[in-house]
Every structure is written in C-alpha cells, then in structure tokens.
C-alpha cells in the first residue's frame, strides 16, 4: 500500500481474475446464503404453515391458450436457479479456455476426481438404502454446493494454497456438469419429444450466433428464453438450459489490440463529446473484454448474494423437534445422504485424484500436495444447492425432510472434518507442510518467453532461484509506483533476480516509447539500471531534451546516446518485449511473473514477499 492506495498489478485492475473475484464472491455468497439458511429454519419452526403458503403461492403467465403455472418455489427452483447454472457454465467455460484446463490432458484428472466424488456417495447411499423405496433418493447425496464449499473453506482452512482453491473449483466444475446430466435424465418425469428438439433447436442457433460471433445481447435472451419455455414444455427440468448457455460463452484475454482501440475511441469521444461516439466507446470498451467476462461480472453478483440464498430460504426450512429428530437420525434417507457426502466425498476425489496419478505414472498429479487434496475431499461434503434442488424432485413429505436434514448435517460434519484435516497439517514441520500442501503437480508456466541472461537486463544473480519478471512502461504512474517497493523487496536479497521487459503503452503515454529506447540506449554503454531507476524517478519529464540530461549526469557518452536515439538502435529490442508480452497475455503495466507464473493481485511489498516465499517454499520442494 502506497500512500492509502493499494498496488495492483494490471491484469488485476483491468481484468480482475474471474477465478479471483468467483473465489472472492463466492466466499462472501457464503456467508448470505447461511444466513439464508438460518432465517429458513427460524421461520419453519416458528410459522411452518405460513413458509409452506408463501412458497407454494401460485404464479402463471399466460399468451393465448398457452401458458406456464408454477408455484413460487418452483418458480425460482426451475427459473431462478437457470442463472445460477449459467454461472456455472460460464466457469466452466473460463476454465477450459483461460484455466488449467486449457491444457486439455489435465482435464483427466479432475474428471476422475468428480466423476469418483459422485459415484462413491451414491454407492453409500445405495447400499445404506438396499430394498427400500428411498433408493431413488440417490441424487441428493451427490453433489458439492461449490460457492459454500469455498466459503467454508476460506474460513476452516485459511492458509490452505489458493491453488486449492482452483483445484476444488475445477473438481465441483466436474460435479455441477455430472450433476446436470443425472437430473434430466433420471429425475425428469414423461419427456415430450417434439418441444425437446425445439429446445435443442434454439440451442444449437445460440451457438450458431457465437461462431458467427454477434454480439448481440437481445439475440441471446430471445433465445435462451425459448430455450427454456421448450425444454420446459418437454418436461426436462429447463435449468439445463443455463448451463448449456454458459458452456457456448467464450473466455480470452483482452487483446492488446483491442485495448488501444478503445482507448482512440475514448480520446476521440473526449475531443468530440457526442450520442454516436459515446455509442462508439462503449462498443469498444465491450469488444475489449470477452463476453464471458462480462457476463460474470453481470450475474455473479446476483446469483451469488440474491438468487441462492432466496434458494435457500425456499427450501431448507423443516420443522424441527424431538419426534422428528428421533425419527430421522435413523432414517435411511437422513443416513445416506450424510454418509455419502462425509465419507463418500473425500473417498471419491482423493482416491479419483490417485488412481489418475498412478495409472499416469505421475505425469497427472494434483496441482497441490496429497494432503490439501484431502482438505478438498472433506470440504466437498458440503452439499447444498443442487442437493435439496435433487431431493425436491426426489421425495415429499416426511421424506422431504429428512433428506433436507441430512443434507444440513452433512455440510456441518464436513465442515468440521476439514479444520481437523487443517489443524493437524499445521502441526507438520514447516517442510513437511510445505511437502504436504503444495507439493502438486507444475501449473502452466505462463511466461512465454524464459528469461535469457544473454539478453534480458537482470538485476541479481542470474542463477537466483526466484525471478520477478516486470512487464512495464516508464511513463506508468504504477510502475513509478511499484519500483519502491520492488527495491525494498530486492534489498539485502540474495535468492531473487529481477529482470525488466519493455511494454511502452504508446496509446496512452506518448513518451513511453522515446524513454525505453533512452533505456537501451544507456544499455549501450552498460548503464540500464542507472537510466531505468532515473526514468522511474521523473515519470514527469521525458522529453528528449530531459533524456540527454539524464544522460549527462550518468556521465554516459551523450553523442554516443543521442545517436543510439536519433537511429532507433534499441527499437527492435524493444519490439521483441512487446512480442513475449503479447505471447504471454499481458494487456498493461505492471504485469510481474514470479518463476513464470503471473501474479495476480495486488503488489505491495506483504503481497510480493508472500508469493516469493511460495515460490521459493516450492523451489526448495523441488530439489528435495
């Protein structure tokens, strides 16, 4: 923090991770959606007559002879809850695009992992259910609320690896997908087939609209809502529909293309303040984010903080009391439906994650330690959305409750079976919990061109174990900014090597250009790091005239220097950092890579010392 304003680096400003904010949200959706949860039980306990009345109030829309009448909760289990499996798709989508499932082989693991953390659940919950009526409950033991689960594990687990986090994110990914599938096709009562293949007919126009990439929103809600009306119509619980759309949204990087583009057309609006070039800037500034990213910042919000907890609120009141309790703590349901997400859960993803890891003689691992991996396994007993979405279409009555129960029980067991699991880690040896947490699988490196001492401008040892790569531009204010603290970080340190790559962001510093030539020029004659830190010094003053100066007083050869600028000499130079750049997705400065991973977040001296210590923890994991 510098000044009461927190560093962040620019992929962070501009772009803000998906993964990052879904983590950040979901978190915070958390917290709303147990106390969602709690007003639930409050009121059937105080009032059950009056939940059930308010929740099975009947609305209906109607055009012509044909219309759709729904109670209240199901308006919001098969209408509301479309969004939030939209949501999920859009992650989805994010992380087969942007994420570590780019990296298409990776996909097997977390497939096993989620496919396993199903299976063994649904086992238990068979086999404690054997002969009975209630085996067909079998979808409510299933699944992973994956906003709770990360909520949760934020709280019980706080100094668990964020790639633990991402690991969970891909596994539930997995789940909400399998979990989809199971209700259309098993808790779907008698299908119509002609509105089904109109359903998918609409569909497949909606993809159609993306390869032909129309931007359009008013064209996607047409047809998602005929989407929905279709499958609805079928009789196929239509909150497939918003995965489906999620799933067809694609995700990329800003192009820095289309960043400079907007940019003209903001200084144009901004010379000719007009209707039509306002309309201009703003479709530049949307064709500059993916729409995937923009669709997530738009409905995350909503689902996260409004949409889930109304889910909540309508569905897990029961009436607690002591008959009823005696009763369900030995009902198969209540016992199934806990045991399955308790026991099944870890079983599954844990021994999903190592049968992949061992079948692949280790070229699939988990991209974190065995006993994070473990973590993940417990906190995924957490089974709460699609769960009591899954055990409505399944049960009613007595049963209803019961299940409902169980799917309570099941999330505060899990909860605590994890800050054990946490608590016990903490109690290794700092090496053996570094080994235990993070020693996973490589993630992909995400610089694209290695850092070459022969010719990159390298301040420490080039054999350091840690190396910060800085993208940056010397008219930045926030790479003025951040130099302070890179020098603070860089003071006394003998493991870290700190390499400077040339991104001048010509379309909006008009020096940038000039100053990093001045830089190369001052390489010349061995003097880069003395002309970068004076650069960095007057971000202000960078005019030829000033450049010279600089030059002067760095007692360099200033005929030599002017000539380097006059000739362009460090030009081509300067191109080949803009193309590594463009390679390894950088839209802005600074952008910092630490051992060739992208570090996300904000830059200020806790926040670089926490990722330098994580990568030299892992550094030292490595060579053991």
């Not at 799933?247 to 800003?254: D, H, I, M, Q, R």
Request: charged share 20%; glycine share 10%; proline share 4%.
């Amino acid at each position: 923090m510098v000044n009461g304003t927190t560093l962040r680096t620019a992929w962070t400003r501009n772009m803000d991770t998906p993964l990052r904010r879904f983590l950040r949200t979901a978190t915070g959706g958390a917290a709303v959606l147990l106390g969602a949860t709690v007003v639930a039980l409050v009121w059937a306990n105080l009032s059950l007559s009056s939940y059930e009345q308010v929740w099975e109030t009947e609305f209906s829309f109607h055009l012509g002879r044909w219309g759709v009448e729904l109670s209240l909760r199901e308006w919001i289990n098969s209408g509301l809850m479309t969004f939030f499996f939209f949501v999920v798709g859009l992650e989805a989508r994010r992380e087969f695009d942007l994420g570590e499932l780019r990296e298409r082989r990776r996909f097997a693991l977390p497939l096993a992992a989620g496919t396993a953390g199903i299976l063994v659940p649904i086992g238990i919950y068979l086999l404690i259910n054997a002969g009975s009526s209630t085996a067909h409950g079998w979808g409510a033991a299933m699944s992973t609320d994956t906003a709770l689960a990360l909520g949760m594990l934020a709280l019980v687990g706080p100094r668990f690896p964020d790639r633990l986090r991402a690991f969970l994110l891909t596994v539930t990914v997995v789940d909400d997908l399998l979990a989809l599938v199971v209700i259309a096709l098993f808790y779907t009562g008698g299908v119509s087939l002609g509105p089904l293949l109109l359903g998918v007919l609409f569909l497949l126009l909606m993809l159609a609209a993306r390869i032909a990439r129309i931007r359009s929103g008013l064209v996607y809600l047409v047809l998602s809502v005929a989407a929905w009306l279709a499958v609805f119509g079928s009789g196929v619980d239509p909150i497939v529909v918003g995965l489906v759309a999620g799933l067809v949204t694609y995700a990329y990087p800003s192009p820095r293309s289309e960043l400079e583009r907007a940019t003209d057309l903001f200084r144009t609006f901004r010379e000719e303040p007009t209707a039509e070039l306002e309309r201009e800037a703003r479709a530049g500034l949307r064709l500059a984010v993916s729409p995937n990213e923009r669709l997530q910042a738009l409905y995350l919000p909503w689902t996260s903080y409004l949409i889930v907890p109304l889910f909540a609120l309508a569905n897990a009141g029961i009436k607690i009391d002591g008959e009823f309790l005696g009763r369900a703590l030995t009902s198969p349901i209540t016992l199934g439906i806990a045991a399955g997400f308790v026991i099944g859960k870890p079983i599954g993803i844990i021994g999903g994650s190592w049968l992949v890891a061992r079948l692949s003689r280790g070229r699939l691992r988990p991209p974190v330690g065995w006993a994070a991996v473990a973590g993940a396994g417990t906190i995924a007993g957490i089974g709460f959305t699609v769960s009591l979405l899954v055990a409505t279409l399944a049960f009613s009555g007595d049963q209803l409750e019961e299940a409902k129960l169980g799917v309570l029980v099941a999330g505060l067991l899990a909860s605590a079976v994890t800050w054990i699991v946490f608590r016990v880690v903490t109690m290794l040896s700092p090496l053996r919990r570094a080994r235990a947490l993070a020693d996973g699988a490589e993630s992909i490196v995400d610089l694209a061109v290695d850092v070459d001492p022969a010719r990159d401008h390298i301040r420490g040892p080039a054999d350091a174990r840690i190396t910060i790569v800085e993208y940056g531009d010397f008219e930045c204010p926030h790479c003025g900014r951040a130099e302070g603290i890179m020098r603070e970080l860089l003071s006394g340190a003998t493991e870290i090597a700190y390499v400077w790559r040339h991104l001048p962001l010509t379309d909006v510093h008009p020096h940038a250009q000039l100053a990093a030539e001045a830089a190369e020029a001052a390489a010349e004659q061995d003097a880069f790091w003395e002309m970068h830190d004076v650069l960095l010094d007057h971000q202000g003053d960078l005019d030829l005239s000033d450049l010279v100066q600089y030059a002067e007083r760095l007692n360099l050869d200033t005929a030599r220097f002017e000539e380097d600028l006059r000739t362009r000499e460090g030009a081509a130079r300067i191109a080949e950092d803009v193309d590594s750049a463009d390679l390894s997705g950088v839209a802005g400065t600074p952008t910092f890579f630490v051992n060739g991973r992208r570090h996300h977040g904000a830059y200020d001296i806790d926040s670089l010392k926490a990722a330098v210590h994580a990568a030299k923890t892992r550094a030292v994991i490595l060579n053991v």
